[in-house]
């Protein structure tokens, strides 16, 4: 009998006839995954709990002809219940993992799921605030798929320094000479957000301004999007989880 076994993240959940689902799932070492979990949604289900989304376990596959079918689920990280209790934590968790989910096959990569695995653990126990840890989930899956933006130099001309443009469509800062009718302007602040995001320099985001955070929230939703060539539908959520 065919099988396997992977460490997974929930991303989402279908219905599937009157009692299974159809569960999508980030795996560690096998990708993208897409299984029927039967019976699931019987209350006697046994691993029901285990699969909802922003779950984190071990799971055993039975690989099917065109889906496959969950065997058993260990939970291994409980991190559902403390993050749907949370407003501001669920739409930043659910914008993670439509990220995840659109990010595409091709990029379902171990980096990505330890990535996606520690933003998920960081909102659960609440470590920061909930929008930053989204922006620098964000920044940091663009930057593992080869779309790191340029913040120490001009995306188009590369000429180093402190530029105060920013436009997605090029891919991060640009300079006075470059910077078409659209950009961005970019305070110093703001600057300085982005690349502590990006690094993990979590001391100096979380004593960033407000103004400086909501203007670097709004440029990296309109980046991401950009290079997802597709809207994140959860971002209509996040109005107010910062």
Request: glycine share 10%; hydrophobic share 45%.
């Amino acid at each position: 009998m065919p099988t396997y076994r992977d460490e997974v993240v929930v991303l989402r959940t279908h219905k599937l006839g009157e009692a299974d689902r159809i569960v999508t799932m980030l795996s560690r070492h096998h990708g993208k995954v897409r299984a029927v979990a039967k019976g699931v949604r019987r209350t006697t289900s046994r691993i029901g709990a285990r699969l909802e989304p922003f779950m984190v376990a071990e799971a055993q596959f039975f690989v099917g002809r065109n889906l496959d079918i969950v065997q058993q689920a260990v939970t291994l990280g409980t991190y559902g219940a403390d993050i749907a209790a949370d407003y501001d934590r669920y739409t930043a968790a659910s914008a993670m993992v439509e990220t995840a989910d659109r990010l595409g096959d091709a990029e379902a990569t171990p980096q990505q799921y330890l990535l996606l695995l520690g933003g998920l653990r960081s909102l659960a126990a609440g470590a920061h605030g909930s929008r930053s840890i989204l922006d620098s989930y964000l920044l940091r899956a663009m930057a593992l798929s080869g779309w790191a933006p340029g913040l120490d130099a001009c995306a188009r001309c590369g000429t180093e320094g402190a530029h105060g443009w920013f436009l997605a469509q090029a891919g991060g800062m640009v300079c006075d000479a470059c910077a078409p009718a659209g950009s961005a302007r970019i305070e110093p602040g703001t600057a300085s957000l982005l690349r502590a995001l990006l690094s993990g320099d979590w001391e100096t985001v979380d004593s960033s301004a407000p103004r400086s955070a909501a203007a670097a929230s709004g440029l990296i939703a309109a980046y991401a999007q950009w290079h997802l060539e597709r809207g994140i539908r959860s971002f209509s959520q996040l109005e107010h989880a910062r």
